[in-house]
């Protein structure tokens, strides 16, 4: 029987309340106990001394890129840079060459990721057949293929009456609606988020508003039709607080934030570099404040990163034909620690919370816990070790990040993946 | 050595420089033997990836009357068409070792993405809606034809400001001076946050308003081409935002009009105030080369100081 002892580390289970020291037992892939002072049986020991312990972090919004575009990103590298961030399960957005529209595409991603990815991979199939908004596309035979969320991410869908028909039917099928919410007449053309800094540097604005009406849109849509419903990658203070109303009438509708939005406003795009260009943007310091206060407050549900993978080639460029979104699997961790915990907004247990208990509640996941039985994946992190990020060193096949360079305070230290240690920092 | 990328960045003493130089090789321009030779054995390359009659002319009479040798090269006919990218066009270019790029592009920070890459000085002629500097730096110089100095003057620019490169660097100019500066045009085309880019500014949608007792009237071209849908149909646009003779009484009695080139006679001004005795238009197109003149002298000149990088 394989087994693994992680010992001696602060285990943080948000799911059943549990903050202590303690050892952690996987047994054949299933944590089998928590105690103080297991016995490791003649298995393998990890020594997780000054370590938090962590049910397997989950990131619910990232694109791996492959079928189709390899060149930028592909299943077994994706998830080679998950684990190195901490991820011990990613979600994969349906953007592909073909587009995931269709059991066979799901079927296709399951398998290599079977064979090549390191960390678990749940695939998010399209809303629309192509994404192209108009048919909807197999949703029951792509969930039966092992969908876990539909999305139309970076295509959303446009049109009001079909975006209320796939509502039904995911009702249906019991699957969440996640938009990436964007009325494309509104944003379009847009290079950076609308204000001070766009008009300055003479780029085209993407207005908040662009991004509010959506969500308005589909919350009224949400409330209608009854399905769950969450917003990908919030960034705007109206949106957050129509997030919080919805909330408060007891919808099922959720919400991720990613860490540059929190990290990052639009403040930091002095230079024309398109490291710094994603969607929706890097918004005002008065939207940075309101993601923070939805994090801390508990509107936000997730932290998600968006890891969104462009070679070199694609990104030196003019800004305005740069495509759109940076990676973001190694950083989020990091980023989180910094700007949320050390400034003493949140606690660890939120921290941990939102790697895992929040996006596995979303999507329904039996994943994010530790409790006796679950499924063995466990995050090993550190929070005070100081270290900084090399992109070139990056697990990912791209370098698109604004934070190659940054200092952090506390970051990953191990990942493992039913009860297989997948990544582990060098030198410790 | 730094090149030139915008006002932005520059201190009110190194425009000062600049203008005080151009306003040296002013009468240079109407002598009969017009040629220097203090860039001799230089070499300029113009490198327009928007069409350009006057500017890039006018770069390449500057750079010859220094006595420096100048290429024009424009977009259509070069490796752009062939698929090149832009920053492989640039290195390719810098390795035939000009002294400076001077380039205008489509695409806002196209020259602040490759001054990052390049070690070559670029001067900037325009980026897509953000900067043209040495637009900025000639009005100027037309501007103190006229007035002794920048401060207090009040400066009308009318049309539309939210595509306008121009307006941009002029704003930044005249803002280091002290200058009251009023930007007007139809709501769609006055992005309201330009009134924090830079201290003086004040916006109006009544054309009538921002011309009151103005010193200075800026008048822009309407550019359809970076528009996605055009606000205002043509006589609509005239009718609201078009300069006329009448409007001239409500400026000062001996205000400037002040246009960038190309003009629309009948667009955003009347013919008659084209031809108008105030209008400088013509002076502005003359005092393009000297001010050119003077920024390729400080960034190529064997006593170049360039720009401070900032």
């Known amino acids: 029987m394989a087994s693994l002892l992680i010992k001696n580390g602060r285990v943080v289970d948000p799911a059943t309340g549990f903050d202590g020291p303690a050892d952690v037992l996987i047994e054949d892939g299933r944590v089998a106990a928590i105690e103080r002072q297991l016995d490791g049986k003649g298995g393998e020991i990890l020594d997780a001394s000054g370590l938090v312990v962590a049910p397997g972090f989950i990131d619910m919004h990232v694109h791996l890129r492959e079928p189709g575009i390899e060149h930028s990103e592909t299943i077994e590298t994706g998830a080679r840079a998950a684990a190195a961030g901490g991820f011990t399960s990613i979600c994969c957005m349906p953007n592909t060459l073909p587009v995931n529209d269709n059991a066979t595409v799901t079927s296709y991603i399951i398998e290599r990721a079977r064979q090549q990815a390191v960390v678990n991979v749940f695939p998010i199939g399209a809303i629309t057949k192509n994404s192209a908004g ?9 969930k039966n293929a092992g969908i876990v969320a539909l999305s139309d991410d970076g295509r959303p869908v446009m049109n009001a009456r079909v975006m209320r028909r796939a509502m039904q039917l995911a009702k249906s099928f019991d699957l969440p609606v996640i938009d990436h919410c964007e009325d494309l007449n509104l944003s379009a053309g847009g290079e950076m988020h609308e204000g001070v800094p766009s008009t300055r540097l003479g780029l085209r604005g993407i207005p908040a508003s662009s991004e509010d009406v959506m969500v308005a849109r589909d919350i009224l849509l949400a409330e ?42 639009d403040a930091a795009i002095t230079s024309y570099d398109s490291s710094y260009k994603m969607k929706p943007p890097l918004r005002s310091a008065c939207d940075v404040a309101a993601v923070l206060e939805g994090i801390v407050s508990g509107t936000v549900d997730a932290i998600a990163t968006d890891h969104a993978p462009h070679p070199g080639s694609e990104k030196m460029q003019e800004f305005e034909k740069c495509p759109f979104g940076i990676i973001g699997l190694e950083t989020a961790l990091g980023l989180t620690l910094e700007k949320l915990y050390h400034t003493g907004k949140i606690s660890l247990v939120r921290v941990v919370e939102l790697f895992t208990t929040g996006p596995a509640r979303i999507l329904h996941l039996d994943r ?17 070790r100081s270290w900084t990020y090399d992109v070139n060193r990056s697990f990912s096949k791209s370098k698109n990040t604004p934070f190659d360079g940054w200092q952090f305070r506390g970051g990953p230290a191990a990942t493992i993946v039913q009860g297989k240690v997948v990544w582990q920092l060098e030198n410790r | 050595m730094a090149g030139l990328l915008g006002i932005e960045e520059l201190t009110r003493a190194e425009v000062e420089a600049i203008l005080h130089r151009a306003r040296y090789f002013q009468p240079l321009q109407s002598q009969a033997f017009k040629k220097l030779d203090t860039l001799r054995g230089k070499m300029i390359v113009n490198l327009f990836f928007e069409a350009s009659t006057r500017t890039r002319t006018s770069f390449e009479i500057a750079a010859k009357r220094l006595g420096a040798d100048a290429v024009s090269i424009t977009a259509s006919g070069s490796s752009v068409s062939k698929g090149e990218s832009l920053v492989d066009t640039l290195n390719t270019l810098a390795a035939m070792r000009p002294d400076a790029i001077v380039m205008r592009h489509s695409a806002s920070g196209a020259p602040h993405f490759l001054a990052r890459h390049l070690a070559i000085p670029i001067v900037n002629a325009g980026d897509g809606t953000h900067e043209h500097p040495t637009q900025a730096l000639l009005d100027a110089l037309t501007i103190l034809d006229h007035r002794p100095a920048l401060e207090g003057l009040r400066v009308a620019i009318i049309g539309d400001i939210a595509h306008s490169r121009v307006a941009r660097s002029n704003v930044h100019l005249l803002s280091k001076f002290g200058v009251d500066i009023v930007l007007c045009g139809p709501a769609t085309l006055l992005p309201p946050e330009l009134t924090q880019i830079a201290p003086g500014v004040t916006l109006a949608t009544d054309i009538r308003e921002a011309i009151r007792e103005a010193d200075v009237i800026m008048m822009l071209r309407v550019q359809l081409e970076r528009m996605h849908d055009p606000p205002l149909s043509a006589g609509e646009y005239f009718q609201f935002y078009g300069l006329r003779l009448e409007h001239m009484a409500l400026a000062k009695p001996d205000a400037i009009v002040m246009h960038p080139g190309p003009i629309n006679r009948g667009r955003e001004l009347s ?5 108008f005795q105030r209008s400088v238009i013509l002076n502005q197109v003359e005092n393009g080369v000297a001010v050119r003149m003077a920024v390729l002298e400080r960034i190529v000149g064997e006593h170049a100081n360039g720009f401070a990088a900032h």
């Open chain 1, 368 to 384: 994010g816990t530790l409790a006796a039985g679950a499924v063995g994946d466990v995050t090993l992190f550190d929070i005070e």
């Open chain 1, 224 to 265: 209608n039709t009854g399905v769950r419903f969450h917003v990908a990658h919030i960034s705007s203070r109206h949106s957050l607080h129509m997030v919080q109303f919805a909330k408060k009438r007891g919808l099922s509708v959720t919400c991720e934030a990613t860490p540059h939005h929190f990290a990052l406003s």
């Open chain 1, 134 to 142: 108009e048919e909807l596309a197999a949703f029951g035979s792509m």
């Open chain 2, 271 to 275: 013919s008659e105030v084209a031809d």
